[in-house]
């Protein structure tokens, strides 16, 4: 990674408020919705990002991850942006990774009244229930599953209070800032 590049790279959990920050900030963040590389939305034009998540008949774009990276690496290299904010997904971190970025990885403090303020979240954007079902195990799983050792010490996991969202641990973060 260039040295004179200050852009951080933050994987957040879901409906921690990344969309809503790079939309009021965007002369420093970048909201990279992985649903627009992963998936054609043909025939789902009307529908917004959240309510495209989780239907069962999207269709998987062949080159989906590989135009993900592509665009991460392209935010990052442009130096335009502080933060550029990413899924969680394993495979775009360790992507990510491999291009030679350090990651933040982002997460509510695991337990049950995460999980309530994140349904709530989730509902109130628009999300459905397949998807709110299909992401809120990640919120307790142990992130050390799936990286080797190697990968762990590009990425840096913060833990924040169920109530806040990025903005807030941005604010208060004396590391990344």
Known sequence: MNPQNKTKIISAFPCLGKTFFAANNKDIALDLESSNFFFDKTGFEDYSSEQFKGLSNRVKKENGLQDYLKAIDDAVKSNNYSFVFISQTPDVIKGVI??????????????????????????????NDQWINSTIKFLSEDVKSYYSDDELDKISVHFIPKDSFISDWLLLSKEII
Do not use: D, M, T, W
Request: aromatic fraction near 6%; proline fraction near 7%; charged fraction near 40%.
């Open 98 to 127: 491999n291009l030679g970025y350090e990651v933040h990885l982002v997460k509510p403090e695991p337990g049950e009244e995460s999980e309530k303020e994140f349904i709530r979240r989730a509902k109130l954007r628009g999300n």
